[in-house]
């Protein structure tokens, strides 16, 4: 089977890809690699079998959990600063690893050489990318850590109560643990 790069996102934000396309040309030099990509357009990168795959809610899950790693490339500008988060949780609470931009709140989401890798420079890509696909069990090991972060601090368990309570701060209520 050949070693999968995913990514999730939107047409919109798919321009981001452009930003590590030359990184992962180089890293799929005498690999066996494919992209896929949910919820966009076909993105060429030179060489290399892209399959593009329509998002749904009923095969989110799935499409993420046949990645090898999920990526999350970001511009270091004011509105990639602003964002998230979400794609790497998506990709974390599947226990895929990650390889993302240290842009904004990345930089608290991945533990860097723990759940994934962050990478700023075509050579920290290409570098994250070769250790994930070398290490079988580095990755599942990454993956496990992940899963662990958003059962810890993302989940619905942990994230409703404290929206509650920032509700009734906002709202001039007492808080209340339910």
Known sequence: KPFTIGWIGSPTTAAYLDLVAPAVEEFARDRKVRIVLVGTRKVPISGLPVETREWSEETEVKDIKDFDVGI????????SQGKCGYKL???MACAVPVVASPVGVNK???RNGWNGFLAERKEDWVQALKILYENASQREEMGKAGRALVEEKFCLQVAAP???SLLRSAAGRPSHTY
């Open 72 to 79: 999350m490339p970001l511009p270091d500008d004011p509105w």
């Open 108 to 110: 608290d989401i991945v």
């Open 162 to 164: 404290r929206l509650l």
């Open 89 to 91: 949780v998506q990709y």
